[in-house]
C-alpha cells in the first residue's frame, strides 16, 4: 500500500542532499581557475594610506576587531586582482594595515605587506595564495570579496567607483 508521509519522509533528506551536492559542485565550478594561462603580474610596492576615509566592513558581530578599506588604495589590475589596504583597529585602539590582492575567480587572497601601527611597511617575502575558506585568522577578504569586490563572486567588480559605492551602502 502507498503510504505519502513515509514516501515524504524518504525523499525530503534525499532532496536535500541532492541539492546540496549541486550547491557544492556549483561552488567548486565558481572558484576553479579559468584561464590555466594565466599570470599574476608583479604587485606593486605598498602604497601610502589613510585612517581618515575608511570604508568599514559588515563584519559579523562575534568580531571586535574592526575592518576599513582605504579608498584611495584600491584598484583592479589588468590581471582581474582587487589590490586594496585593509586597515585593523582593535579594542584597545591600536592600528594595523595590509596590503592585499583578492582573485574572485578562484576565491583566493594573497598578503604582500603588513604595516605596523606607525605605517612602517613590512613585505611579505613569498607571499601566497589562500583560499578563503582556509582557517584563516580573520575571513575580512572573504567579508570584502562579497560585500564589494567580486562581482557575482567570479569576476572583480568592474570598477573602484562600484566597489566604493558598493563599499557605501
Same mark, same amino acid.
Given at each position: ?9 524518504? +525523499? ?10 549541486? =550547491? ?6 565558481? %572558484?576553479?581557475? @579559468? @584561464? $590555466? /594561462? ?11 594610506? &589613510? ?5 568599514? =566592513? ?12 582605504? $579608498?584611495?588604495?584600491? &584598484? ?17 585602539? &591600536? ?8 582573485? +574572485?575567480?578562484?576565491? /583566493?587572497?594573497? *598578503? ?12 611579505? *617575502?613569498?607571499?601566497?595564495?589562500? %583560499?578563503?575558506?582556509?582557517?584563516? $585568522? &580573520? ?10 569586490? +567580486? ?19
Amino acid at each position: 500500500m502507498f503510504d505519502k508521509n513515509r514516501v515524504a519522509r524518504w +525523499c525530503a533528506p534525499a532532496l536535500l542532499g541532492l541539492f546540496a551536492l549541486t =550547491l557544492s559542485t556549483r561552488l567548486q565550478a565558481q %572558484v576553479a581557475p @579559468d @584561464d $590555466p /594561462e594565466w599570470k599574476e603580474l608583479d604587485a606593486p610596492s605598498p602604497p601610502a594610506f &589613510s585612517t581618515d576615509k575608511l570604508l568599514p =566592513l559588515d563584519m559579523p558581530p562575534y568580531v571586535s576587531v574592526k575592518f576599513g578599506i582605504d $579608498p584611495g588604495t584600491l &584598484s583592479i589590475g589588468v590581471d582581474g586582482i582587487v589590490r586594496y589596504v585593509v586597515v585593523t583597529r582593535n579594542t584597545s585602539g &591600536s592600528v594595523n594595515a595590509m596590503f592585499e590582492g583578492i582573485r +574572485c575567480g578562484t576565491g /583566493e587572497v594573497k *598578503t604582500y605587506a603588513r604595516a605596523n601601527d606607525k605605517g612602517v611597511w613590512s613585505t611579505v *617575502t613569498e607571499p601566497k595564495w589562500r %583560499v578563503f575558506t582556509d582557517n584563516l $585568522p &580573520s575571513k575580512h577578504a572573504w567579508v570584502f570579496a562579497r560585500q564589494a569586490a +567580486c562581482d557575482g563572486r567570479a569576476t572583480a567588480a568592474s570598477s573602484t567607483a562600484d566597489i566604493i559605492k558598493a563599499l557605501k551602502k
